[in-house]
């Protein structure tokens, strides 16, 4: 063989190995596009939706509460005595682009046929209700079938053949009752076999991992063949969060479920994170101006992107937590038909979640 045949040899082996190198970074993006997020997603385009400010807009509330069969009453804000109605009156407003208002109707005309299930604990349940709202808003006279169980709920929009439903477990990991006790068990999801073949999987976790005392649901955590009667939190968060992360990986086809993560709803239970004396949300009645909180964000987000980030197929991060984070005035205080006590955890109905379902139908029709 000739000097010039093994040049040309060696400028095609040049040729093939960028080629590899190519894929294989395009590879990496299209994973890193597909499972950080939406808002990644969305920057492609030059468009993060989750970054922006709160803007007053008289065309809201979506609905009225009284109107819609599906609130509880902990998040009825209005008819358990709130007397200030502004915080009705926010929309979202993206920094560089426009978020598309929220139609039932044409939401219904895509998903005709479908089922969608939100997974998680109360803020689930109250992104849930806020959907089914909304809705509802769109078809007032449309038949329905509302179910609440324990468990397993649903609202069916019977016509289109659309329903929401809802799956309560707060932690997405299994707790068991053992001889010892109940058993919190990081690495089992045996509720999994009820989530198989929605069309949408909207899932959520964090809030109940911070319970103690008689607030916490079980007596011993179960860290793989290891019992132990408590541990770091953020790491036995992580933990869950990893077998949930496996869960998805291997029982989600793609090409039939879009899964989405709900991201970490704040609490505004210390005031000197928005720079404020008041000692927690009661009494707020605005939004903190600009697109940044004070405080920063909570550590529980930081686990939740380092998870999403190990996922093979595609999950859609809903960033909500600095938006949030900014509606300060959103909750219900004292002003919920079941919690005693000041609730900054949970939003009032209508009001922010309002805006999720928003960010969760441009993710699905943009």
């Known amino acids: 063989m000739g000097f010039g045949s093994h040049v040309l040899l060696f400028w095609l082996f040049q040729v093939v ?44 509330p979506l609905y009225d509460s009284s109107s819609c069969p599906f609130i509880d009453a902990e998040f009825d804000c209005l008819k358990y005595g709130r007397p200030d109605k502004q915080y009705l009156k926010y929309s979202w407003q993206p920094a560089s682009c426009a978020l598309p208002r929220f139609d039932g109707g044409d939401f219904l005309r895509r998903y005709r046929g479908k089922r969608i299930m939100f997974v998680g604990d109360s803020l689930s349940l109250n992104m849930w209700e806020s959907l089914s709202c909304m809705i509802h808003a769109s078809v007032p006279n449309a038949k329905t079938s509302f179910v609440r169980k324990e468990t397993l709920s649903s609202v069916s929009f019977e016509e289109y053949g659309v329903t929401l439903l809802l799956y309560r477990t707060p932690y997405l990991v299994d707790i068991v009752k053992q001889k010892v006790g109940r058993v919190l068990t990081l690495n089992s999801i045996q509720a999994g076999k009820f989530w198989k073949d929605m069309d949408v999987l909207i899932f959520n976790s964090w809030h109940w991992w911070t319970h103690t005392g008689k607030a916490q649901p ?70 903190l101006s600009g697109s940044t909180y004070p405080g920063g964000a909570p550590p529980a987000a930081s686990v939740v992107n380092k998870v999403l980030s190990s996922i093979t197929k595609p999950v859609y991060l809903l960033d909500i937590t600095t938006l949030s984070q900014l509606r300060k005035d959103a909750h219900p205080s004292t002003y919920s038909g079941e919690h005693s006590g000041t609730d900054c955890s949970h939003w009032c109905l209508p009001g922010l979640p309002d805006t999720w379902n928003q960010l969760l139908y441009a993710a699905l029709t943009m």
């Open 17 to 60: 190995l960028l080629s590899s190198m190519l894929l294989k970074e395009a590879e990496a993006e299209q994973h890193l596009y597909n499972v950080t997020s939406l808002r990644g997603r969305k920057q492609v385009s030059g468009c993060n939706l989750f970054q922006g400010r709160w803007v007053i807009d008289p065309s809201y």
């Open 218 to 287: 079980w007596d011993y955590i179960q860290d793989g063949l290891t019992l132990l009667k408590d541990m770091d939190r953020l790491e036995a968060f992580y933990k869950g969060m990893s077998t949930w992360a496996r869960w998805v990986d291997l029982n989600v086809d793609p090409s039939k479920t879009k899964v989405f993560f709900q991201g970490i709803s704040p609490t505004h239970y210390t005031g000197k994170e928005w720079n404020s004396r008041k000692k927690n949300c009661l009494g707020e009645l605005e939004p």
